[in-house]
């Protein structure tokens, strides 16, 4: 009896303690750094901590550069530029020489965060609204903060700045970043540059003293160093070496002294090298730290270049479909395991990152997260060195949509089987759902062989419309900033996630370029809504609206509430209250100015007062942090360049706003 009983409890202890140790993304790995030491782990969302075994497992960088191209780099045959950290990087690691991502940024950035299709989360546009990746898709950081790794993105976010959009609503613990997709963009902070710039810290605006690339590196190993003892995932994602082109002195003026080269031309190259120095300065550290063999490093770009200044193999340049929009450099290291310095040749694309990553740190997925991605972890170590063909469909648009073939490219590898049973893979690209070329052959896509192949073109059409009927679900709902959250109140909106035609860059709006839109949003609360709309970010200094009225309408099931309020003379900002209902909506604000003219609101502030029918503030007045004056002006002359006058960056709750 006593050892029937013994049994039973030994038994029920067992089931418990299994119990306890699952947790919605499977296993029950602890929080215990990089030792092999047992630890506790305990979730963010309550589980119940288990004392279990760890190992060595990895950390992981990702140095995502800014429009790099592949004759950037000494390593692949520029002879004008020295890239010394790269040429060590090509050396040592993993060279995917047929990686490909999308023809702009922000699509980029989603799927190697997601390991979805962009469109597939909502992203193929850098504004309008389409840059924002739907709350319900995990994105890489949350998955690895929740396996113990301490998380950061310091540099460009690009992914909204608004709740639950934020990289901190994503998971990341330490963030340092600008507002918008660039320096200085609509969402930046005012008149903000890449020398002496303002960044977000923690949610908190500061100015630092230098030059924004060795800011962000410096931060980086700054935050490396701190958590050295900790398994860390570390996205770090400087501005460089996109346009407009600038680096620090000594860097342009190296490349000023050789024949031939043009202003730009020597900025762009002192840009590579002020990167590529600092990219040294990052693999010398790792060493130093001891952390360089245990450290996942992968560094690539966001998309292709522009090429009016520079040389390439293919076709195309930036936002094209063709070869030099979508096909980058990237290199992977990772010596303690997978072998060094080989080319890894099959198709890879930007959303197979994330599941070779989660593969090789061995962390867990959500439950059904059935990623497009592929892991290629084999093809890294040499277990394998040839897949099963694949086809991938690559397509953005500046557009508020996609439209069916436009701007897209289908990337395959078909195999051939001839008589004497001879197998060979030819590689295809099925360019605007129209255009054939095969890149054996010709590899500057020059000849369309569409009409003379066309099974295979209707093979590949077939693919894309499978594609196209499958992402629709998702680009046919919009992501929705969400308001009166505690998270974030008040919202601070900007013109950037218009759905319209947003300003294209803070000299537009200086100019009260007549655009407009608006917002699509989820009212999280009933209630009074205190809408505030401004011609720049918060700041101190004070820029008359200039407008003779301004409009309000949040249209929601089919129902549009107006209102309207006059605007004194020389007012820096005006106020509506109106209630508004729980749920989803479209909110649309008006800036009727003098002669007629109008445009929507650049930038509004939206704050949850209380219940319904609340015509005052019923909570505290929203205080945010003093911030130091940011370089320039607030005046814009020809070309976006300042001219006289002084500015301040706004202030900020908890993000980075603008």
């Not at 604000?589 to 650049?602: F, I, L, N, Q, T």
Request: aromatic share 10%; proline share 7%; hydrophobic share 35%.
């Amino acid at each position: 009896m006593k050892k029937t009983v013994f049994l039973t409890l030994l038994f029920t202890l067992c089931f418990v303690t299994t119990l306890f140790a699952q947790d919605p993304f499977g296993g029950s790995r602890s929080n215990s750094g990089n030792s092999s030491s047992g630890g506790t782990r305990i979730m963010a969302d309550g589980i119940i901590p288990v004392k279990v075994k760890t190992k060595n497992y990895p950390n992981v960088i990702i140095v995502l550069a800014d429009d790099l191209a592949h004759s950037d780099l000494s390593c692949h045959g520029n002879k004008n530029i020295h890239t010394a950290a790269f040429d060590r990087l090509y050396n040592e690691s993993v060279r995917l020489t047929n990686f490909h991502t999308d023809m702009i940024g922000t699509p980029t950035r989603a799927a190697i965060l997601t390991g979805y299709y962009p469109p597939r989360v909502g992203v193929w546009h850098s504004r309008a609204g389409r840059s924002l990746v739907k709350p319900q898709f995990v994105m890489a950081p949350k998955l690895f903060e929740r396996d113990g790794y301490k998380t950061a993105l310091i540099g460009k976010w690009g992914l909204g700045e608004n709740y639950p959009f934020r990289p901190t609503d994503r998971g990341f613990d330490y963030v340092l970043t600008h507002g918008g997709n660039f320096i200085g963009d609509v969402g930046d902070w005012w008149a903000n540059t890449m020398f002496n710039p303002v960044f977000s810290e923690n949610g908190v605006p500061k100015k630092f003293t230098g030059f924004a690339t060795d800011i962000q590196f410096s931060k980086a190993i700054e935050w490396i160093e701190k958590n050295r003892s900790n398994r860390f995932f570390l996205m770090l994602t400087p501005n460089a070496p996109r346009k407009p082109y600038m680096a620090p002195k000594k860097f342009v003026d190296y490349y000023k002294r050789i024949p031939g080269f043009t202003g730009e031309l020597a900025m762009l190259y002192g840009m590579v090298s002020n990167l590529d120095q600092n990219l040294g300065k990052l693999l010398n550290k790792l060493d130093a730290l001891g952390l360089a063999k245990n450290t996942i490093l992968v560094v690539t770009t966001d998309n292709g270049v522009h090429t009016s200044i520079r040389q390439d193999e293919f076709r195309g340049e930036k936002g094209s479909p063709y070869e030099v929009g979508h096909r980058v450099p990237c290199f992977i290291r990772f010596p303690r395991e997978m072998e060094h310095s080989i080319d890894v040749k099959p198709i890879l694309c930007h959303f197979d990152i994330l599941p070779t990553l989660l593969s090789a740190c061995e962390v867990r997925r959500v439950p059904g997260m059935d990623l497009d991605g592929r892991n290629f972890v084999s093809l890294m170590t040499g277990q394998i060195t040839r897949r099963n063909p694949r086809k991938v469909v690559i397509q953005s648009t500046q557009f508020g949509r996609p439209a069916k073939g436009y701007n897209s490219v289908v990337l395959a590898e078909l195999v051939d089987t001839h008589r004497a049973a001879i197998t060979r893979t030819r590689e295809l690209r099925l360019v605007n759902y129209k255009s054939l070329y095969c890149l054996d052959t010709d590899p500057e896509q020059v000849s369309n062989i569409a009409s003379r192949a066309p099974g295979t073109l209707k093979e590949l059409q077939l693919f894309y419309d499978d594609w196209w009927e499958n992402i629709q679900e998702e680009v046919n709902k919009p992501a929705r900033i969400i308001l009166g959250n505690r998270a974030e109140n008040p919202t601070k909106l900007s013109c950037r996630d218009w759905h319209g035609l947003p300003p294209a860059s803070q000299k537009e709006i200086y100019d009260r370029v007549p655009k407009s839109g608006s917002w699509e949003v989820l009212f999280e609360r009933s209630g009074s809504y205190k809408f505030t709309v401004r011609d720049r970010p918060y700041s101190p200094t004070k820029v008359p609206l200039g407008a003779t009225s301004i409009s309000l309408s949040i249209t929601a099931n089919g129902r549009k509430v107006p209102r309207f309020v006059s605007v004194p003379n020389g007012a820096t900002s005006a106020t509506i209250i109106s209630d508004a209902a729980q749920g989803e909506a479209t909110l649309k604000v008006e800036v009727a100015m003098a002669g007629g003219r109008s445009h929507g609101a650049y930038y509004l502030d939206v704050e949850y007062l209380g219940p319904p029918g609340t015509a005052t503030e019923t909570m505290p007045e929203h205080r945010t942090p003093d911030v130091p004056k940011t370089n320039g002006p607030d005046a814009y002359g020809s070309g976006g360049r300042r001219g006289a006058g002084a500015t301040t960056p706004p202030s900020s709750s908890k993000r980075g706003a603008y």
